[in-house]
């Protein structure tokens, strides 16, 4: 009933070919995980050619992995997990209603962190790799042991890398989009779903990372004895 | 003189105001939402990839009336069968049927005002044509000569053509796919007229879904395949080159996890056509209809387990090779209960022989001889001996263009006048396909003989005594080719020309035929609340009222 009386008054965001707002949310929230769906299949034939040369070259792959420098990574994935906290506090702001500038604290936050993330990954890993030679095709300068399987891990620890902070870059610019669109009260609680599916994104990059980092930097075991 | 013309062909007013005069300019069609007109823009974009690649085919079937080659040097024919093979695969084959009669349709067969995402459908376009532009550059400017397939190294490493800009085409041209794939999905889930359950859909819906997962669960490999080809290429790093430790094999195993369902992209949408025109042109009730519905399910399952089959003599595990080998016999199950239920469904039908008819019951046929010859290629010893021949080439022309190619033109006969509002002249529509039947069967049927002869694929050389086959193939490549050529102009005199259609020329069922050709820009003036089940024809021997 209230979705009826909803439909008739067109509320903002209403798009002309649905029939009803729960119609559209339902619609829109089924094509984010759809397009979740082909991102995990997209970053799956990377994670699959990385656990086959992984199987190929083990040794290799220990011996580049203890090249990367674990403390940026370990705070990085700090960083993320309160990022996707910081997401699900302005969705949550939006849908109860605060008043929009606490939503738009939330998301600049959010944007604040994943801006920080891009900042450790470029200046002090990706930086760090520059100069020390060991970026494949760039810069390579690498003469120890296991050379081509350890070139081998680096490309792939810079395509899955770059790939992940492709998709942060992207999800910096949705979040700018939502705070313009947030600030101009385009967001209700009735209406929120381009913060909830914007959301799901978000989310999604960082459980990516969440399997970066143990893949990439911690395997073989980092320390002596163990 | 022309008051008369004026007289015999109403001007385009009497068809009122719909989708196609509601608006006019350049303007008004690039940045359409309407999904009719999007399916129309795919339609002008894939048209034109068709006769680039088709006139790629007949130059190379040109050359090859000669054993030693009449026209090019090798290197120039290598890039013709590339170009041939890339263009008609990702930048015709996979988008026809979805992305033109598709786009059309969707929304009409299930109630709906438009697609789900009506801005996203039309990036995809954009999207799509960016794609092109890099294919047409890349094959302007000297063209690629790796095969459609691109196998590293030949493709990362000793290749001097255009593969990094033809590979970009073809990552560009895949995230369309996926946008509508995407699309379509939602749309198909979402956006449902009242009453339109899931066992009321019309077939071709029940195919493009199947198709849809496809696209959105096997194009993102591709993608990341040729991403990391092109890096490999312009980095010079290893990424499957077996000198530092990479290995080409994983190249293969990605490409074909994305390119052997991307067969099945290609052929189910056919086959949701061919349910429609078999219906409609027997006036019966389609025989089985759950049974047809979860086969383009399962065929797009099983799809994705079948790769192997096109590595068995590429030094895959020989009990990899078993394993993908009865996966693949599987694939008959699905396909066959398709043939069998179509053609039950002609069993005491009251059958007209309309031109999209011959293009159906051509499909049947040559359909089943495509068919049945993938399962040689999946039995393990006989493959030994048939791989890499032109036995394989008649096998998957038979699908592709016998098939898929057969029902986009049916699919397109059929609902030219809902798209148009105008009728062609079916007498040169039935001639034309007939003349694509006997074109396509001289072209390939020959490529049977001379494959299992032993004439390998991709030679731009042959053993003189191979000539009276292949000079058999080139003719029957020239008939097809008129074939080819006769419907775009006739299609193209209909639009201004043709009679006026009606909202119903064919008296078929389903939703897209009970509004007005060409559709308003919404489709339905209300959106319709759907009572019957698809394909509600008369039963045979009930008597008509």
């Known amino acids: 009933m209230s979705e009826l009386a909803a439909h008739g008054a067109h509320p903002p965001g209403f798009a002309h070919q649905f029939e009803t707002v729960s119609q559209q949310r339902d619609a829109a929230t089924l094509g984010m995980w759809v397009f979740l769906v082909t991102e995990i299949l997209f970053f799956g034939g990377m994670f699959m050619s990385y656990t086959v040369y992984r199987a190929l070259h083990l040794q290799a792959f220990i011996t580049g992995s203890h090249l990367l420098e674990v403390q940026f990574g370990a705070t990085n994935t700090a960083v993320l997990i309160v990022s996707s906290l910081t997401m699900a506090m302005g969705i949550r702001s939006a849908q109860t209603g605060k008043s929009k500038n606490q939503t738009i604290l939330w998301l600049i936050l959010t944007m604040l962190l994943g801006a920080t993330f891009l900042f450790l990954k470029f200046r002090f890993e990706w930086y760090h790799d520059y100069v020390e030679g060991i970026v494949p095709g760039v810069s390579w300068h690498y003469h120890g042991s296991y050379a081509p399987g350890v070139q081998l891990f680096m490309c792939f620890y810079f395509f899955m890398t770059g790939l992940h902070a492709l998709h942060m870059v992207v999800g910096i610019g949705i979040l700018t989009v939502l705070i313009v669109l947030t600030a101009r009260n385009k967001f209700s609680p009735q209406y929120y779903a381009p913060l909830e599916i914007s959301g799901l994104y978000w989310h999604f990059v960082d459980i990516v990372w969440i399997f970066l980092f143990p893949l990439l930097y911690l395997i073989g075991g980092r320390y002596p004895g163990s | ?545």
Not at chain 2, 136 to 161: E, I, K, M, Q
Not at chain 2, 258 to 278: C, D, N, Q, R, T
């Open chain 2, 1 to 545: 003189m022309s008051t008369a013309i004026a007289d015999l062909h109403e001007t385009p007013a009497d068809l009122g105001v719909n989708y196609l005069n509601a608006s006019y300019g350049i303007r008004s069609w690039l940045l359409t939402k309407d999904h009719k007109r999007i399916g129309l823009l795919y339609l002008a974009t894939i048209t034109l990839m068709f006769f680039v690649g088709g006139t790629a085919a007949v130059l190379m079937r040109l050359h090859l009336i000669e054993p030693q080659g009449a026209l090019f040097e090798p290197e120039t024919y290598n890039k013709m069968f590339s170009t041939h093979g890339i263009i008609m695969v990702f930048f015709f084959l996979v988008h026809s049927i979805p992305a033109t009669l598709g786009n059309f349709l969707i929304p009409l067969m299930i109630g709906a005002r438009d697609v789900a995402f009506p801005k996203l459908n039309l990036m995809s376009w954009y999207i799509f044509i960016t794609g092109c532009a890099f294919a047409l550059y890349a094959t302007l400017s000297g063209g690629v000569d790796t095969g459609w397939t691109f196998y590293p190294p030949y493709s990362s490493s000793f290749s001097h053509t255009h593969v990094v800009a033809v590979a970009l085409g073809v990552f560009i041209a895949g995230f369309s796919s996926i946008l509508t794939g995407l699309n379509f999905i939602v749309t198909i889930h979402k956006m449902r007229a009242p009453g339109m359950t899931w066992f009321r859909l019309p077939l071709f819906i029940w195919a493009l879904y199947a198709t849809s997962l496809i696209f959105v669960l096997g194009t993102p490999v591709i993608a990341i395949t040729l991403f990391l080809l092109g890096l490999e290429r312009i980095l010079h790093v290893g990424i499957f080159d077996p000198a530092v430790g990479g290995d080409p094999l994983l190249f293969q195993h990605l490409f074909w996890f994305y390119s052997h369902p991307a067969v099945y992209i290609m052929i189910l949408p056919g086959m949701g056509v061919i349910s429609e025109l078999i219906t409609a042109f027997s006036r019966k009730k389609i025989f089985g209809y759950s049974f047809v519905a979860f086969s383009s399910l399962s065929i797009a399952v099983i799809s994705f387990v079948v790769w192997g089959h096109h590595m068995f003599v590429t030094g895959q595990s020989i009990y990899a090779g078993l394993v993908f080998s009865v996966l693949s016999f599987l694939v008959a199950i699905p396909s066959a209960i398709k043939v069998f239920n179509w053609t039950a469904t002609l069993y005491k039908g009251s059958i007209s022989y309309q031109a999209p008819m011959l293009y159906a019951l051509g499909f049947i046929g040559l359909f089943t001889i495509g068919g049945l010859t993938g399962l040689f290629l999946a039995s393990l010893a006989t493959d030994v001996h048939l791989n890499g021949t032109y036995f394989i080439v008649a096998h998957f022309h038979y699908i592709m263009v016998g098939g898929a190619v057969m029902a986009y033109l049916g699919g397109i006969h059929f609902w030219w006048p809902k798209i148009t509002g105008r009728l062609y002249p079916d007498y040169w529509a039935r001639v034309a396909a007939a003349l694509i039947f006997i074109g396509f069967n001289l072209t390939f049927f020959p490529q049977f003989v001379l494959g299992y002869l032993g004439m390998p694929r991709r030679y731009a050389v042959y053993p003189a005594e191979f000539q009276v086959l292949n000079v058999m193939s080139s003719a029957g490549a020239s008939i097809l080719g008129i074939g080819y050529v006769i419907p775009l102009i006739y299609l193209t005199w209909s639009m201004r020309y043709g009679p006026v259609a009606g909202p119903n020329p064919w008296r078929a069922k389903g939703l897209e035929w009970t509004i007005p050709s060409p559709p308003p820009t919404e489709n339905f003036e209300e959106i319709p609340i759907v009572t019957e089940e698809a394909y509600d024809y008369p039963s045979p021997g009930v008597a008509r009222v």
